[in-house]
């Protein structure tokens, strides 16, 4: 053990090395480790964190001083927030960058609150961050302050409450930020030439949610913006509302087509709402690079998604060695594992989710997504099925047709392994079963292990099955586990 009294003070250090401390010590307290797409709404620490050099610059002159020469080595800033003297600080305090974050509150937003905030954002040489997250009114009136160009704005990232998510926001045309990495816009009607995104040339994360119709923008639109983004890492795109398939397909009609971009720094990309629009984005889009795609679709009777797949041909190995579903009573989840990652540290490359009510259109919907992307899952060896307890009324459409399973089975031609959760067991204990005439090896011909976990009552459910395999040449190995 190393004796305590042979390590120097701090206060010992010179000045290089205190200030080398100092710089270490910020990233931890900000969260700059995190991904981009945690960064986009402050990462889990709020951004009073920027506030972490005032405790230090009050040990001593000397770290004062030390402090305060370095401001810009240090990134050093003032946070405007809510109880925020904002014209006391900004008389009093050296001309730093500053933070405004009014995100997240446990109070009400005051009158002194607003004052405060605009008379932060009219100092539009030195924000560097923006988050505002409050009731609408509040939010609409501070957007008026919200104009023109900020030279130094990295972060903005704007929101109503969600009880506000029915207000319409307007983002003003003019408004510009050029050396903008994150941005984050959620409940806006933006125009279609909207400054903001086409001169924020260094975006690296963007996140933009339509709330309603009033915020919809097409397709077309959208493309046009990303084509000013090269350098983006993260993209987010939600809608909050159903637009019908027949209304983007319509609109596509009478939109010129666009050129293929190519977004070479995406990693990440992730869509909510409908197959329409999400197929008329992905085909105009190429990006090689992705790590995790999630797709949230609607519920829809029928799913056409060929330049979904095409998309995913595109992107550098995006093969996957595992594959758990998870049916609960709103949604089914599918989660894709890349080979090199264990289920466990739930590193998915791929998340498709269906958001539609009953087992049986659940299955029916995920049958036909895994038909259209089939290609994609052969080098699949372990599957995972997984069952939340259910209502009722949502287990009145727990029978799902036979053919429905089949065809949900149909692209995992190489599953070696197998996993059933309780509540599935008895289901595709039948459905596994092969009926007169029918090969055994129709369904999962490579599969060696089936796991089960439930009641002793279901031991017996998968003989018929493992009889099958036994006498066609295949066993399979059967385990039960523990609930």
């Not at 620490?45 to 002159?61: D, N, S």
């Not at 739930?346 to 895994?370: F, T």
């Amino acid at each position: 053990m190393v004796d305590s009294r042979h390590i120097p003070s701090i206060h010992n250090l010179d000045n290089d090395s205190l200030l080398n401390i100092f710089y270490l010590y910020r990233p931890f307290l900000l969260g700059e480790d995190e991904d981009d797409e945690a960064r986009l709404v402050g990462g889990s620490r709020r951004w009073a964190g920027e506030h972490w050099w005032f405790k230090l610059a009050h040990v001593c002159q000397r770290w004062r001083n030390l402090i305060l020469g370095s401001p810009s080595y240090l990134g050093l800033c003032l946070v405007c927030t809510m109880g925020t003297p904002v014209a006391d600080m900004l008389a009093h305090s050296p001309p730093l960058p500053l933070v405004i974050d009014a995100f997240n509150q446990d109070r009400d937003i005051t009158a002194e609150d607003e004052d405060g905030i605009i008379l932060a954002l009219q100092q539009r040489d030195r924000i560097r961050r923006i988050r505002l997250e409050i009731p609408a009114p509040n939010l609409q009136y501070l957007i008026t302050a919200i104009d023109e160009e900020y030279p130094m704005l990295e972060y903005l990232t704007m929101a109503p409450l969600f009880k506000d998510k029915s207000t319409t926001l307007k983002l003003p045309e003019t408004l510009r930020a050029p050396h903008l990495r994150h941005l984050g816009l959620f409940g806006f009607a933006i125009p279609n030439r909207s400054q903001l995104l086409t001169t924020a040339v260094h975006l690296v994360t963007l996140c933009l949610a339509m709330a309603d119709r009033s915020t919809y923008f097409q397709p077309n639109t959208l493309l046009r913006w990303l084509s000013f983004m090269p350098h983006l890492r993260t993209l987010v795109v939600l809608f909050y509302f159903p637009v019908p398939n027949r209304d983007v397909e319509k609109q596509l009609l009478r939109i010129p087509i666009m050129d293929h971009i190519a977004l070479p720094n995406l990693r990440h990309l992730w869509f909510r709402g409908v197959s329409a629009y999400m197929e008329a984005f992905v085909h105009r889009i190429t990006a090689p690079r992705i790590q995790k795609l999630q797709i949230f679709l609607f519920e829809q009777l029928t799913f056409s998604i060929p330049h979904l797949l095409q998309f995913m041909n595109t992107i550098e190995d995006f093969r996957f060695s595992g594959a758990k579903f998870q049916f609960s009573e709103e949604q089914v989840d599918a989660e894709l594992y890349p080979r090199e990652a264990a289920e466990e540290t739930e590193m998915y490359a791929l998340h498709i989710r269906v958001h539609c009510w009953h087992l049986d259109w659940q299955i029916s919907s995920m049958a036909q997504i895994l038909n259209a992307l089939g290609q994609a899952f052969s080098a699949v060896d372990h599957l995972a099925l997984e069952h939340e307890e259910h209502s009722q009324s949502f287990k009145v459409h727990n029978d799902v047709d036979r053919t429905v399973w089949h065809k949900f089975f149909k692209p995992f031609i190489n599953v070696k392994t197998l996993h059933i959760d309780d509540g599935f067991v008895n289901e595709l204990a039948h459905c596994l079963q092969s009926e007169d005439g029918e090969d055994p090896l129709e369904l999962l011909p490579e599969l060696q292990e089936l796991t089960y976990s439930g009641s002793g009552d279901n031991d017996d459910a998968f003989i018929p099955f493992i009889d099958a395999r036994q006498s066609s040449g295949h066993p399979v190995t059967l385990v039960p586990v523990p609930p």
